[in-house]
Each structure stands twice: as structure tokens, then as C-alpha cells.
């Protein structure tokens, strides 16, 4: 269970809702997040980025709801089942040198929510012994993923390995490259909060990238992010595509260098549907 849940009840985050747009007022957005711990379970949503999309694009996107029957779009608390299942059948060597963050941590921090409790529980991740932390960023109605790559070295001059971070988003028109200031302000906060020896020049060397990434068609966002902490975990291709990377090579074009395959991202949306299918059934029991 996720520190996040055990410190207080959360209710779970779809991506479906015509309330105000949470990115334009973050004080009322820290209001609601603070009425949600004591809300217990009961189900609320985050205000949707897809509702600002051109009128062309959200008509396809409506349709693909009907279509899909809603199987596509996942709330936080599916998402994390499906990681702790996913965690579950990994080697130890992996999950010695990978951790990931609770889906809402970085919303939290971002909104002004309970940031000494976030920045508590993300030390006790140990982040600066491993080589990739996953942090999914679900924000504005959107998920994307913050990848903390070799934080576990020091020195900026090693030129196979170094710190680095990379922004997957499968999303190109919410652009990206938006959460950059609070990027660098959640990573330089955690430095601070776990006391460590790093200077702020180093801090700000360490680069933040924008790869390009296979794109979705609907509102399948939680789904693409899940795909991408897996093929960390378990796709040979992109391991080795990210072993032989130097610190002064770019990741810009990490799609290119052949690790994606659309057939294996098609069979794990079913694996996805089959296991929400599961989790509902379950619930209805």
C-alpha cells in the first residue's frame, strides 16, 4: 500500500469531468484536494484537458468513449493496482534499482497540497540509489511521465552516465514542456529535503528532455504511461538503446532507435482492459 494512502484517504482521480480547469486556479484546486481527505472513497475527478481541444478533435474523442465504453480511461487508484501488480513480477534486482512515485504525489506538490508529507514519502524511496525513478505527473486532466534516470551518479563529467530526466507524454498538443519550472523546483526540493552535498549549478545542469513518443488517439493518457514505466522493466531494446547512451547524446529521438513496437503496445491496452474488467468485477462482489 502507497504511503500517500496510508496517511490519508484519497479518493480516486478519473480524467472525465466538466469542472473548472484546475491549471488556471491552483488555490481552488488546493481547496478541493484538501476536502478530499476526508472524503473517504467516493469517487471525484480531475477537470479534463480534453475538454479545451478543437471542436474536430474532441468529436473523434467522444466517439472513441462510446466506442471503447470508457475501458481506455483509468483512474488513479486502477493505475496503481496495476503497478503494484506489475511490481510484483519484476526480478529483485529491478526493484533494487527502480522505484516509482504514488500517482498523485506530483499533483500534490504542484497544487501546494501537503508538501512536506510528499517530499517525507519520496525520501524514503531512496531515489539517489537507483537508476530510473517513475513519476507519473497527472495533472490538468492528463497523465505523462517524469523518468529520474541514473540519479544514483554524482558527477555531471561521467560521460556514459549521469543524472538525467525525460518527460514521456503521449499528448503532444498539451505540451509537454509546461512543467518544466515545476520540474526543477520539485527536484531542487528534494535535494534540499534529503540534505544532500549537490550544488544548485549542479542541480541545474542536469538536463530534462522531451523525447518523441508513440501518440494516442483518445483518452488513453494513464494507459500510455503504464506502457512506458513497462517497457523500462521489460523491454530488452530500450534498455540497451539507454545503457549505451552518452551524457552528452540527446533523447529527443529515442523512438527512432528501434525499441517501440505498436503490435506489443495494442496487446498490452487488452491486458490493461482485462485486468480494470477484473478489478471491477471484483468491486461488484
Known sequence: MSRRRQGQAQAPIDL?????????????????????KTSGRSKHALPSFYNNLPQNRS????????????????????FELYMEDLWKHIDEDKKSAYAYFDS??????????????????????????????FVPIVCCGHWSLLVLC?????????????PRMIVLDSLNTADPTRFQS????????????????????????????????????????????????QCFL??????????????????????????FDPEELENFRKDIHSFQANRNSKTEE
Not at 462510446?66 to 486502477?78: C, E, G, P, S, V
Not at 541514473?150 to 549521469?162: A, P, V
Open 16 to 36: 472525465d469531468s466538466d469542472a473548472e480547469d484546475e491549471c488556471k486556479n491552483k488555490r481552488s484546486r488546493t481547496s478541493r484536494m484538501a476536502a478530499l
Open 59 to 78: 468529436s473523434r474523442i467522444a466517439t472513441s468513449r462510446r466506442d471503447k465504453a470508457n475501458q481506455d480511461k483509468l483512474n488513479t487508484d486502477i
Open 104 to 133: 498523485l504525489w506530483f499533483n500534490m506538490y504542484y497544487c501546494g497540497q501537503n508538501i512536506p508529507n510528499v517530499l517525507k514519502w519520496i525520501k524514503a524511496k531512496r531515489i539517489f540509489s537507483r537508476q530510473y525513478v
Open 150 to 162: 541514473h540519479f544514483d551518479e554524482t558527477n555531471c563529467s561521467d560521460i556514459k552516465k549521469g
Open 182 to 229: 515545476a520540474i526543477r523546483k520539485f527536484i531542487a526540493d528534494i535535494y534540499e529535503t534529503e540534505e544532500r552535498e549537490e550544488s544548485k549549478q549542479f542541480i541545474n545542469k542536469i538536463r530534462l528532455e522531451f523525447p518523441k513518443v508513440p501518440q494516442q488517439n483518445g483518452e488513453e493518457c494513464g494507459i500510455y504511461v503504464l506502457y512506458f514505466i
Open 234 to 259: 521489460q523491454n530488452k531494446k530500450l534498455a540497451e538503446v539507454l545503457e549505451n547512451k552518452k551524457l552528452e547524446e540527446d533523447f529527443t529521438q529515442l523512438l527512432d532507435d528501434g525499441w
